[in-house]
């Protein structure tokens, strides 16, 4: 199913977000590509922009005024945005809570939550005013259970779930779906920014399974959004077979 949809993609540089970004582009959807990363976000919209129309925005989801100039400064052309994906979301450090950095605790707070809050509260108005839109908000199996030292990466995550229950109430009758998509282990850079950049450290955390890829995630993302007007894919867990919660995984080592 091809789709015109104007689509605004968070984290659109890396992980879910990249992965997202390729799929919708081969299915016809308008990219507004979001990140902090100029540079990879100049190579994506040149790379996808033989495949459907392409535009980027560069800005940081945790910075407040950087969120709202960028958005409002899309042209009209751009500016009736069909589709929010909210993946950009990082974990910072797996520690005890007692022992916490509360530069971490900062970062996942302003990044998992006021981000997608900013650039939500900036974009919602204009599906309500137009009566249609679908958000998608990326979750985690860490919004559903918490584990050990997951902690504030969890809390931001169980923010998110409940924000998402929370747009799905509020905007009820608005012609609007609202999706979330709770990953389990998904193999991407997330685990390297979770242990600053300790590669060997980050490899442990898919020793011995076949992780999800950004590309699975993207599949159900194109899935949610190409159902029927009146279905919505409301809440959608998703594991590795290796996995069957938070904690429980079976590694072959
Ligand atoms: C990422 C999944 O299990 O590492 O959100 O928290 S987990």
């Known amino acids: 199913m091809s789709s015109k949809r104007i689509t ?13 970004a390729r799929l919708l582009a081969k299915n016809g959807f308008r990219l507004i590509l979001c990140g902090r990363r100029v540079d990879r976000l100049k190579m994506l919209e ?20 950087a ?12 500016k009736n945005i069909d589709v929010l994906i909210n993946s950009a979301g990082n974990a910072h ?3 005890p809570i007692q022992s916490g950095n509360i530069d971490d605790w900062d970062a996942m707070m302003d990044i998992n939550v006021k981000g997608l809050l900013y650039v939500s509260r900036e974009i919602l108005p204009g599906m309500v005013e137009r009566k249609s839109g679908h958000i998608v908000n990326l979750g985690s199996i ?13 809390a931001s995550k169980f923010a998110v779930d409940a924000i998402t229950k929370s747009m799905r109430i509020d905007l009820n009758g608005a012609g609007i779906k609202v999706t979330a998509i709770q990953p389990g282990l998904v193999e991407t850079e997330f ?6 950049g300790d590669a060997s450290r980050a490899a442990t955390a898919y020793k011995g399974l ?44």
Request: contains cysteine; aromatic residues 8%; proline residues 4%.
């Open 191 to 196: 685990s390297l920014v979770r242990f600053k």
């Open 142 to 154: 860490a919004g559903k259970e918490v584990y050990a030292n997951g902690n504030i990466y969890c």
């Open 67 to 78: 969120v709202t100039t960028a958005i409002r400064s899309l042209p009209d052309s751009w």
């Open 210 to 253: 076949v992780p999800l890829r950004g590309d699975d995630i993207a599949d159900l993302i194109l899935f949610a959004l190409t159902r029927p007007a009146h279905v919505v894919v409301a809440d959608l867990v998703v594991f590795p077979i290796a996995q069957a919660s938070a904690a429980v995984v079976k590694r072959e080592i």
């Open 93 to 95: 450090g797996l520690d």
């Open 46 to 65: 040149k790379e996808l922009s033989s495949l459907t129309e392409v535009t980027t925005l560069h800005f940081e989801v945790r910075d407040r005024k």
């Open 8 to 20: 605004f993609i968070t984290g659109a540089t890396s992980g879910i977000g990249e992965a997202t």
